[in-house]
């Protein structure tokens, strides 16, 4: 998972500063120099799509960084241990 949460870091896209709710419209149109406002209302019609449009807003939420470059589903699984932890046998 940490490669996969440094090719996230490296992208070069992070949330908007200036953000609604969780920045993801904010740093979809920052990244690509479009509008906000034309972003927000883009993903808002996106949510009427009945999985598709809330399923993804989510994933996005998870994965990607925020302007400080910590991303919320990596945090979440360092402090649930994740990945990261190795168990050993205690009786070896």
């Known amino acids: ?16 500063p200036g953000r609604a709710v969780a920045g993801i419209a904010g740093g979809i149109a920052q990244h690509a120099g479009w509008d906000p406002l034309l972003v927000r209302v883009l993903m808002l019609v996106s949510f009427l799509l009945p999985v598709i449009g809330p399923t993804l807003y ?12 910590t991303i ?21």
């Open 1 to 16: 998972m940490d490669s996969f949460f440094s090719f996230m870091k490296n992208l070069g896209f992070r949330r908007g």
């Open 58 to 69: 989510l994933v996005l939420w998870l994965i990607l960084p925020w302007q400080d470059g």
């Open 72 to 92: 919320p589903l990596q945090r979440f699984l360092d402090r649930r241990g994740g990945a990261h932890t190795i168990v050993q046998d205690p009786g070896n």
